[in-house]
């Protein structure tokens, strides 16, 4: 609707300009033929009266006319350059000047009108649509072939680089230095717990009782017989129990074992570090590995898959304007968040005011410069030009009433007499 009323003020601006001008140099003309036509009669009252004013009419509008033309012709193309940066100085130290921006922006919460730019914005589901085409071009147009091949080079590149020795005992060491060590092994202990209590272990203690009597007892295969159903069994339970607590009391931080488990995994890390033997296998072994290894492969299952969860993802492209809608919704409730956001928003654009203000000037000239000098000249006809022929029929009008009054005064004190 704005671009339908500008192009609708601008006809009515050409049609305007051109009644004018037709105005302008009709009223000219008509008082230069009455100028010539009642100069033969200027000796009497009537006849010089006509003459006087028809003749300072005709100087009045050529005047203008020339003045006029002098200016669009020849005064401005001369002066473009000043009139350039006069321009220029004027949007960017009187218009647009940095106090200017700064004062016009305080009258507004930034973040009333980010509220309402949103929850307003009618063109939202357009946005989406716009956002998940874009997206789609962008995953169908990656050239894979090409983008397999970079990615499979730069993980065997930074694989060959990696020390996996060094890496594997750094990552060992500094698990050990934090809270995780202990709840590791807390871990380790609960689930050997659970194994110790479970009947399947207690059978394995049951064979290895019997097998263990059985070296040193030589009794009848009746007594094992009943041994393994009595005195073995209680025993292998009696021997779960102990482990039980042996376990649970390894769970306390001071206990003497866990403190020697400890110092013994800390010996096993530096021999493990310090170990050449170690590394060789390790470094072997990744050689090995990375003659195997078919990166092509698993990066080409990874790209594919990922691929077909971004083009089939309907929340991939909704998410993003879902948090938008909950953070909008929040800031709506909260003052004392839109005052914050207010605060941090006109921060953000004061500084990019101090900082890029300085390009205003340059804009103006560079979008100025552009302009040849028939391009200026139309554009201030353009915009004055129908100012410019009224003046010109204003020229006439009032030429030839000043004209008529001299005649008059002269005609009272004689002059012509």
Not at 247 to 269: A, C, E
Request: glycine letters at 4%; proline letters at 1%.
């Amino acid at each position: 609707m704005n671009v339908i009323n500008f192009l609708k003020i601008n006809n009515v601006k050409k049609v305007g300009l051109k009644v004018n001008r037709y105005k302008a140099t009709l009223i000219l003309i008509l008082a230069s033929s009455i100028y010539i036509i009642s100069y033969p009669f200027h000796n009497n009252f009537i006849g010089g009266l006509v003459s006087s004013g028809s003749c300072a009419s005709m100087i009045g509008g050529f005047a203008d006319w020339w003045g006029i033309n002098k200016l669009l012709k020849k005064t401005i193309p001369k002066n473009k350059q000043k009139i350039f940066d006069g321009l220029s100085n004027m949007v960017s130290e009187e218009l647009l000047s940095k106090n200017t921006l700064k004062k016009l922006l305080k009258k507004y919460d930034t973040s009333r009108l980010v509220i309402e730019l949103v929850k307003n914005n009618d063109e939202i589901g357009n946005i989406k649509n716009i956002f998940k085409i874009m997206i789609k071009d962008n995953v169908k147009k990656i050239n894979k072939n090409e983008l397999f091949k970079i990615t499979s080079e730069l993980i065997l590149n930074i694989l060959k680089r990696t020390d996996l020795h060094k890496l594997i005992s750094s990552i060992i060491e500094v698990s050990f230095k934090t809270e995780y060590k202990d709840k590791f092994y807390d871990f380790i202990l609960d689930e050997l717990i659970l194994y110790s209590q479970r009947d399947d272990f207690k059978d394995i203690l049951i064979n290895f009782i019997i097998d263990a009597r059985a070296s040193y007892e030589g009794e009848s295969k009746r007594k094992k017989f009943v041994d393994r159903f009595k005195g073995n069994n209680n025993l292998a339970i009696g021997i779960q129990e102990k482990i039980k607590n042996f376990l649970d009391d390894m769970k306390k931080p001071d206990n003497d074992n866990r403190l020697l488990f400890d110092k013994w995994i800390y010996d096993k890390l530096d021999d493990f570090k310090n170990n050449s033997d170690y590394k060789l296998k390790i470094e072997n072994w990744k050689l090995d590995f990375l003659k195997t290894i078919k990166v092509n492969e698993y990066i080409n299952l990874i790209f594919e898959n990922a691929g077909n969860k971004i083009l089939n993802n309907e929340d991939l492209y909704n998410k993003p304007f879902f948090i938008i809608d909950n953070w909008i919704n929040d800031l709506d409730d909260n003052l004392d968040t839109q005052r914050r956001v207010d605060l941090f928003l006109k921060d953000l654009i004061y500084k990019f005011i101090d900082a890029k203000h300085k390009n205003v000037g340059k804009i103006v000239k560079e979008n100025l410069s552009k302009y040849s000098d028939t391009m200026l000249i139309e554009l201030i006809e353009s915009n004055a030009g129908n100012d410019l022929q009224l003046i010109r029929i204003n020229g006439s009008l009032v030429g030839g009433v000043v004209g008529i009054i001299i005649y008059i005064i002269k005609y009272s004190i004689g002059v012509y007499i």
